[in-house]
């Protein structure tokens, strides 16, 4: 898949937060391009420490906004929208509603399709189910390893 850079994140954070587009007549400075592209880091950082890890390249180093992302271009708008509301935060403004939502909900969607599922053991005291037979003559509701003294089934 195409990756975008960070800067386009950034860019598009900048424009659906208000704070820089054509249609706004604002330009984004360069420092508040370097902020939001701090909060990408640092918001990425959180979600890869929380155990939600997309794929991001960190280089907290030498970031700039030309580096390649590591995010699949389908997958960019929920990182960036993540992005216009930390930035609208920052910048001391309110979060529109329609932008929550569509936050929100692109969030979910993002948590879906990186989501990946624990799978758990049995529990070795657990009863394996009705109409289980015993094959052992120890009273357990499992079948011991045969490497386990005793025998197994």
Same mark, same amino acid.
């Given at each position: 898949?195409?990756? #975008?850079?960070?800067?386009?994140? #950034?860019?598009?954070?900048?424009?659906?937060?208000?704070?820089?587009?054509?249609?706004? /007549?604002?330009?984004?400075?360069?420092?508040?391009?370097?902020?939001?592209?701090?909060?990408?880091?640092?918001?990425?950082?959180?979600?890869?420490?929380?155990?939600?890890?997309?794929?991001?390249?960190?280089?907290?180093?030498?970031?700039?906004?030309?580096?390649?992302?590591?995010?699949?271009?389908?997958?960019? /708008?929920?990182?960036? /929208?993540?992005?216009?509301?930390q930035t609208l935060i920052?910048?001391?403004?309110?979060?529109?509603?329609?932008?929550?939502?569509?936050?929100?909900?692109?969030?979910?969607?993002?948590?879906?399709?990186?989501?990946?599922? #624990?799978?758990?053991?049995?529990?070795?005291?657990?009863?394996?189910?009705?109409?289980?037979?015993?094959?052992?003559?120890?009273?357990?509701?499992?079948?011991?390893?045969?490497?386990?003294?005793?025998?197994?089934?």
């Amino acid at each position: 898949m195409a990756t #975008v850079t960070k800067g386009k994140i #950034v860019a598009l954070a900048l424009r659906k937060a208000g704070l820089a587009s054509v249609t706004t /007549l604002n330009t984004a400075d360069p420092q508040m391009q370097l902020d939001a592209l701090e909060d990408l880091e640092a918001m990425l950082g959180q979600w890869k420490g929380t155990g939600f890890d997309i794929g991001y390249l960190f280089d907290p180093a030498t970031a700039s906004l030309t580096q390649d992302s590591g995010i699949d271009a389908d997958h960019y /708008l929920a990182v960036a /929208l993540q992005l216009a509301r930390q930035t609208l935060i920052d910048n001391q403004r309110d979060i529109p509603d329609e932008l929550a939502n569509q936050a929100h909900s692109t969030l979910l969607q993002l948590r879906a399709a990186f989501y990946e599922p #624990v799978y758990l053991q049995r529990r070795n005291d657990m009863p394996t189910g009705a109409g289980n037979n015993k094959s052992a003559e120890w009273n357990r509701f499992y079948h011991q390893n045969t490497t386990e003294e005793g025998g197994g089934a």
